[in-house]
T-cell receptor, first 116, second 112 residues
């Protein structure tokens, strides 16, 4: 179990540029989540996948944001035309949903985005 | 909507003293309840969780939490604080969809 892996860990970009983050979940975990965390706040849900299907998107996920999980394994989160308000830590998490109650969700170390 | 309240963004505790972090949720339906810890520049690590059964839950690093349905609470405690407990602590809930909703967190400072 190598844990949830995210890269890059840090990204500084100019306003208006596109950025992409990658997440490799714990192997065999069928559910993958993206959260956003700003300073002094708890993580906020963005979206999640069950295998390759994107099942829910938060209204925080504007049309500049797109997430994919093409083969049901790794996932990418792309932000187009970045704005300063996008500066945050983007957390990926995964879990094995097997019908049991309250499955544990495991988080990666996050990808910090700074838009200048 | 799921709502989690954690009062007091910063909590100072003396080394060796009791750590008490309060968490209340707003729902008539008991959720699944979680406490996560986040060290600087790191992701979140699960401390403990309540799903069903015994309402007193023991977690890692000597922490425990008690689910009280009548008070809609899930407060986190540790009898004796250690310097290594300095971190940010988040309470979270889910309602079976396995999607977590987090509180704003408590930044714990341990005073030597």
């Amino acid at each position: 179990d190598t844990g949830v892996s995210q890269n890059p860990r840090h990204k500084i970009t100019k306003r208006g540029q596109n950025v992409t983050f990658r997440c490799d979940p714990i192997s065999e975990h069928n559910r993958l989540y993206w959260y956003r965390q700003t300073l002094g706040q708890g993580p906020e849900f963005l979206t999640y996948f069950q295998n390759e299907a994107q099942l829910e998107k938060s209204r925080l996920l504007s049309d500049r944001f797109s997430a994919e999980r093409p083969k049901g394994s790794f996932s990418t989160l792309e932000i187009q035309r970045t704005e300063q308000g996008d500066s945050a830590m983007y957390l990926c998490a995964s879990s094995l949903v097997d019908g049991a109650a309250g499955n544990t969700i495991y988080f990666g170390e996050g990808s910090w985005l700074t838009v200048v | 909507a799921q709502s989690v309240t954690q009062l007091g963004s910063h909590v100072s505790v003396s080394e060796g003293a009791l750590v008490l972090l309060r968490c209340n949720y707003s729902s008539s339906v008991p959720p699944y309840l979680f406490w996560y810890v986040q060290y600087p520049n790191q992701g979140l690590q699960l401390l403990l969780k309540y799903t069903t059964g015994a309402t007193l839950v023991k977690g890692i690093n000597g922490f425990e939490a008690e689910f009280k349905k009548s008070e809609t609470s899930f407060h986190l405690t540790k009898p004796s604080a250690h310097m290594s407990d300095a971190a940010e602590y988040f309470c979270a809930v889910s309602y079976g969809n396995n999607r977590l909703a987090f509180g704003k967190g408590n930044q714990v400072v341990v005073i030597p």
